[in-house]
C-alpha cells in the first residue's frame, strides 16, 4: 500500500461539541466548526454548522454527562438554545464535504488539526464517514504539544475554556503558536 503523503499547504482545524464523550455512537454532535489556514496559522476559511437532534435525546446525555455540563452552564445553555435551529447530522456532512472541497485539492487528504483531535475524529468516523474517508490518517495533536511542553519544559499555555466550537479552534491555535514560539 503507497503512503499517502502529508505535505499540503493548509491545515484543516476542526472542533465538535458533543453531549458528552463517553461514546462517540450515543452521544450527539452538537456544534461544529472548521477553520483552514495555512501553515503561519493565517486564517483562509471558516465553517459553522449546529447539528439539531430531539431535545430529549440531547437533554438525557447531558444529564448522563451531568458532572462536565453542570461545571460549564454557559455552554450548556448555548448549545441547548441553538439545537432548534440545527440541521441535520447529514446535511452538516454535505456541507462540511463542500467546505473541504473548496478549500483543498480534491486528490489528496486533508491534514486535520485541533486540540485533542483524537477523540473528535472517533465522532466523525462513527458519524460521519464521508467526512472521514476525505481526511488524512495522521493529524495535528495541539494536546501532544501541551503534555511534552508542561512535562518536560515546565510551560503552561493558559487556554481560555470556551467549549463552543469556533472559539476552542482558535484557542487551539492560538496555544500551538506558543509552543512553536519556544522552539529554537
Same mark, same amino acid.
Given at each position: ?87 441535520? %447530522? ?8 463542500? !467546505?473541504?472541497?473548496?478549500?483543498? $485539492?480534491? &486528490? #489528496?487528504?486533508?491534514? @486535520? ?29 495541539? %494536546? ?8 518536560? !519544559?515546565?510551560?503552561?499555555?493558559? $487556554?481560555? &475554556? #470556551?467549549?463552543?466550537? @469556533? ?18
Amino acid at each position: 500500500m503507497a503512503k499517502k503523503n502529508t505535505k499540503s499547504d493548509r491545515i484543516l482545524w476542526i472542533d465538535l461539541e458533543m453531549t458528552g464523550l463517553l461514546s462517540p455512537v450515543d452521544d450527539l454532535i452538537l456544534e461544529v466548526a472548521a477553520i483552514v489556514t495555512d501553515w503561519d496559522f493565517k486564517e483562509i476559511a471558516t465553517y459553522q454548522g449546529v447539528v439539531g437532534s430531539k431535545s430529549a435525546a440531547v437533554r438525557k446525555r447531558m444529564v448522563i454527562n451531568a458532572s462536565f455540563w453542570d461545571a460549564h452552564p454557559d455552554s450548556r445553555d448555548g448549545l441547548l438554545a441553538q439545537n432548534e435551529t440545527g440541521k441535520s %447530522s447529514s446535511k452538516i456532512e454535505t456541507e462540511l464535504l463542500d !467546505f473541504i472541497n473548496a478549500h483543498f $485539492k480534491a &486528490d #489528496a487528504p486533508v491534514l @486535520l488539526g485541533g486540540n485533542s483531535i483524537h477523540m473528535d475524529r472517533r465522532f466523525i468516523v462513527a458519524k460521519w464517514p464521508k467526512l472521514d474517508a476525505r481526511l488524512h490518517y495522521r493529524m495535528l495533536d495541539v %494536546s501532544a504539544w501541551k503534555v511534552v511542553f508542561e512535562n518536560k !519544559f515546565k510551560k503552561k499555555y493558559a $487556554k481560555p &475554556d #470556551a467549549h463552543r466550537a @469556533l472559539d476552542d479552534i482558535r484557542g487551539s491555535i492560538e496555544e500551538l503558536k506558543y509552543y512553536l514560539t519556544k522552539v529554537k
